[in-house]
Every structure is written in C-alpha cells, then in structure tokens.
C-alpha cells in the first residue's frame, strides 16, 4: 500500500493495479474542482448561501481581448465591494463542511474516490457526495481514504451500477445537482441516464478518452455510440468535443431536455466537457437548427457544414423548417476531389465566455490553490481567445503541406488574414490551429501568394493532384503579410504554459485495472516492443514486421521473395538502402 498526495488529498492506494488510477489526470480534477466551485458560487447564491474559499481574496480579472476593443490586455484587479455587502446577508458555506442548500454530487465511476474525496476537501456548498464503483475493492478503498481524510460526513461510497443510480434518481426531488462520469474508455453506456438524473440547471461532467473513435479512425463505432460518423482529419480533436455535445443533447431532447455547454476542453489524450442540463420543450425544437453534417474534402481539407434544421423568428414565435442544401457540389471547387460526410455535430458555441472568465479569474487569483493552475490559466485564457461562432479550423502545416511549400509564420499568416478583413484566432485543441470566419477560397488565396514567394518545383507535381489543381488558379486575393500589431494574440504574448511536454516516460492512458492487480504480460510485452522504435531500430529480423516494402509491390525490390517492411540487408547499409526500409 503506497500513499499518493493530490491538492488536499492523501490517499492509500494498493500497490498492484487492482483499482484504475491515472496521475496525468490530475489536470482533469484540478480544473473540475475549480468549475465545481464557481458552479457552486452560482448555484447557491440563488439559495441565500455564499462560498469561501480558502486563500481567495481579491479577485483578478485577466482581460485578453485586446484584440476586440484595441486596449492592451493587461492584468486588471476589480475590488469585490458588491460582493461582500450582497453576501454580508447570506450564509456560509465553507470547504470541508455540510451545507444544507448546498450541492448533491455524484461520481458514477469513483475508482479509488480520490476525486470525490478532493470534492469535499476543497469545494465549498456541498451536500453530500456519492461515491460510487461496481468494484468491491475500490468501494473498500473508497471508504477507508473517505476516513483517512476525515470527510465521511460529506462522502458516502457506494457500491451499484452507475447507470441504475442515476435511473433510480430520475425523479425531480432524487436528481443530483451535479454529476460526474469519468469512465475509462468511452462514456456512452451513461449518457442515457446522465441526463435524466441531472436536477433543472445542473452540471454534467463528461471525460472521454476513446479518442481513436472520436478522432476518425473508427467512424462506423463512432456512429453506434455517439449518433455521429467521425472523420480523420486535421481538425479531429474540436470535433470530438462536438460530437459528444451532439451525443448529450440528441439524448437529452428525447426527455425534453437541452443542454448548455459551459466549458469544452480537449487535451493530452482525452477530452472533457462541462454542460447544464435543462428543461423545455420550446427550446428543444430548436435543437435540430444546432447540429450539422460536415462535408471534408479528402484532397485539400476544405471543410463546410450543413446545417440540420432552420429557425426564423416571425414576431413573437419561432418558425421551423429543414435545411436546405448541400453547400458543396458533386467535386471540391478548389482541388477536383471528393467530399466525405461526417457528423451531425454541435455547430453552436462551446463555451460560455461569461463562466468561463469567471473560473480564469479565480483561478489567476489564487494560483496556489492547484498543482496545474499555470496550464490551467494557459489554456482557459486561450479558449477566451478562441472565435465562439466559428466551428473547426484549419492547421498551418497541413495548407502547407497540401501545396508541397514552405510554412509561413503563425504571425505572417494570421496578418494576412487581418489586412484582407477576416477575424481568426488560435484553438486549445491543436497549437498550429488557424480559427477564422474567412472562407476556404480565401485561405487557399493566400496561400497561393505565399507560394509565388517561396516557389515550388511545378514540374515534379501530378497533374491531378490537389497542389497543381490549386496552383493552377490565380489568387483573386492579393495578400499582405506585413506584420500586424494584434495578429500575436495576448495569451503568447504573455507566455502562458498551453501545450506541455509529456510529464514522464511512458504517459498517457493508464492500463485497466485488474481484479488481481498487475498488468497482462502481453500489455507489457506490446509496451517494450514499440517504446522508442524510431530511435532503437530493432536488428533482430524474426522482431521484424513480414509483410513486404513498397519496392516490393513494384517490383523493384532487389531482395526479391525475402522481402520484408523493415529488411535489414546482410552487408552494411547504403543510404539508398536506409531509404528502402
């Protein structure tokens, strides 16, 4: 049994891997506690309490839209006078104490209960906290770190199938203010009953780390479990994040439900999302003009997105149609390829800016309050960058690669497209990400302007590839990449961690856990195999992959039947030979 020490938490953990822990997440409980909280300070401001947390004084509102009123960005600090006359009258509700107008919680997949046990330590306004896994072991080890830590007057473990705690909690009195579904591998077993359990107004906290679905290498079980085909594509990540918006609120309107998103992130190797789930049957109509298909071209990556359904507002009523489309024709009018359809997903917002500043402020406010608050503030200050009404985005490297050119500079390419008058940001979910409202033909026109100043050899392209195809045409677009004052947004500016390197060897998904603890030697003998196989090349040929080379198919193989993918040749090798393999 080893102790493992996290924000306010200790907790016994068995050394074998009988209970699924993961330390890499400690970004994923770090920034739920801080949502948790301001949720909390929401919530129960409408109950007549106020929250205290511990080492929040002043409040600092990090000001980064610069870019949006021409001011500087600066850090600015706004005196809480209101606040405290307004919450002079309330009650409180301090961190590690039951309030009774406060928050009913619930982890459907507690696994060793540290995140609920870290709950009740550091959020303030909370009820109570159900704990609860269908492991006879981790509800033991729940119970006895619930003692450890001195909150079992605060967290009750429990040992049921979480998706029939949340079904037997449908009624309006049983429902949880907030829910948190942290499973390993893909949540959709719980969506279900997520969302009927959730109370009117409540959080619902989604962890998804099936990205190889999510991200399009899987788009037929992407569909069977999400509602929505997934595309391999260079904007995969936002994508997934929409999907599984798409995924709670096509479930939640079966129930006349909707959801809020207040916080989408996608990072490391997951994604997660923070939503309010609410009730009306007015709003779920409009539900059908929130989602839609999007149409990818395979050749040059242009994307467009189609709408589901259609909303007019005619005087005091709504109006709703279906969609008319499609906004593509038969071939891409920039490289001649064809489409491929993915979706539905969420096209609306997937932030509320206002919460969101709020939990940045409070997080820059009391940066010792987490072991993440850096990466923490990092990417919520991106995200406040982020163009709200624009879904998905194109990369840099991957407009640039499609022509075979040289990658212009973040700086030279977002100046470009300021001069010819179109917004663009940066995205949290991808760091060569080119966020903007400036439709395909423009970017291409200014990529096509890039390239007549760093030109490529046209005669070694295909005719019927995508590079000569966009080549051929003339920019109607002349671009300007002299360098513009707003085009480096504040958030790199100011040098704020958003992309970390990986913390330690080996990082990532954590294997599942084992009823008798340890790891397959199979797991263990794929781990060691494919560590580090671009840097220690194995010379062992029965390790060796069987299948043959690319030479081999042509023909050209000079090793003939003996051919295999990565042949190591019996005298010492040339540099063609290197090249080969």
Not at 215 to 233: D, F, P, Q, W
Not at 282 to 310: D, I
Request: hydrophobic fraction near 35%; include cysteine.
């Amino acid at each position: 049994m080893q102790t493992i020490y996290e924000g306010k938490a200790s907790i016994w953990f068995p050394s074998a891997n009988e209970v699924f822990y993961n330390p890499v997440q400690e970004f994923n409980r770090d920034l739920t506690c801080a949502v948790l909280t301001e949720f909390a300070r929401e919530t129960l401001s409408l109950r007549g309490a106020r929250v205290v947390v511990p080492g929040e004084k002043e409040r600092v509102v990090v000001c980064l839209s610069d870019e949006k009123n021409g001011t500087k960005g600066e850090e600015a600090s706004v005196p809480q006078e209101e606040e405290e006359r307004k919450g002079a009258c309330l009650r409180t509700a301090s961190v590690g104490e039951r309030c009774e107008e406060g928050l009913r919680v619930l982890e459907g997949l507690a696994a060793s209960g540290l995140r609920s046990i870290r709950f009740a330590l550091e959020v303030p306004g909370l009820k109570s906290v159900t704990a609860n896994d269908c492991s006879a072991k981790a509800v033991a080890l729940i119970a006895r770190n619930t003692q450890h830590n001195g909150v079992s007057h605060l967290v009750q473990a429990s040992q049921r199938d979480a998706s029939m705690v949340m079904y037997e909690a449908r009624g309006r009195n049983e429902r949880y203010d907030v829910i948190d579904l942290d499973p390993y591998g893909s949540p959709s077993l719980f969506l279900d009953a997520a969302v009927q359990a959730v109370s009117e107004g409540g959080l619902l906290c989604v962890t998804c780390t099936d990205m190889a679905v999510m991200a399009g290498n899987n788009g037929e079980t992407c569909y069977s479990k999400y509602g929505s085909v997934s595309i391999k594509s260079k904007y995969c990540h936002e994508m997934a994040l929409r999907i599984i918006l798409h995924s709670l609120d096509e479930r939640a309107n079966v129930y006349q439900r909707y959801v809020e998103p207040l916080l989408s992130v996608s990072v490391d190797f997951y994604i997660r999302v923070f939503v309010r789930v609410r009730t009306g049957q007015a709003k779920v109509k409009n539900s059908a003009s929130k989602q839609a298909l999007v149409y990818n071209c395979v050749g040059c990556g242009a994307f467009h997105l189609q709408r589901m359904g259609k909303s007019m507002c005619q005087g005091k009523h709504m109006k709703y149609s279906a969609a008319t489309g499609p906004p593509v024709g038969v071939s891409c009018e920039h490289c001649g390829q064809r489409h491929q359809l993915g979706g539905p997903i969420w096209a609306e917002p997937i932030h509320n800016m206002e919460f969101v500043h709020k939990v940045l402020a409070a997080v820059s406010g009391n940066p010792s309050r987490f072991g993440t608050s850096k990466r923490i503030e990092g990417i919520l200050s991106m995200i406040t960058e982020e163009l709200e009404d624009v879904p998905l985005y194109s990369t840099l490297d991957h407009l640039s690669s499609t022509l075979h050119c040289n990658t212009p500079s973040m700086l030279l390419f977002r100046s470009a497209l300021l001069h010819a008058g179109y917004r663009v940001s940066l995205s949290h979910a991808c760091k060569n990400a080119v966020k903007t409202d400036a439709p395909a033909g423009v970017l291409w026109d200014i990529m096509r302007c890039w390239e007549k100043n760093n030109p490529v050899k046209r005669e070694k392209l295909s005719e019927t590839s995508p590079s000569y195809r966009i080549l051929s045409t003339e920019p109607v677009l002349q671009a300007c990449f002299d360098i513009r004052a707003d085009a480096n947004p504040q958030s790199r500016k100011r040098h704020l961690t958003r992309f970390q390197e990986n913390p330690q060897a080996n990082w990532g998904p954590k294997a599942r856990a084992k009823a008798g603890g340890g790891i397959s030697t199979e797991l263990e003998d794929r781990r060691k195999q494919f560590q580090g196989k671009r840097k220690c090349q194995i010379s062992d040929s029965s390790q060796l992959k069987s299948f043959p080379c690319k030479k081999f198919r042509k023909g050209t193989c000079t090793y003939g039947e003996k051919c295999c993918y990565s042949h190591t040749p019996e005298k010492s090798p040339s540099p063609g030979d290197a090249a080969e393999g």
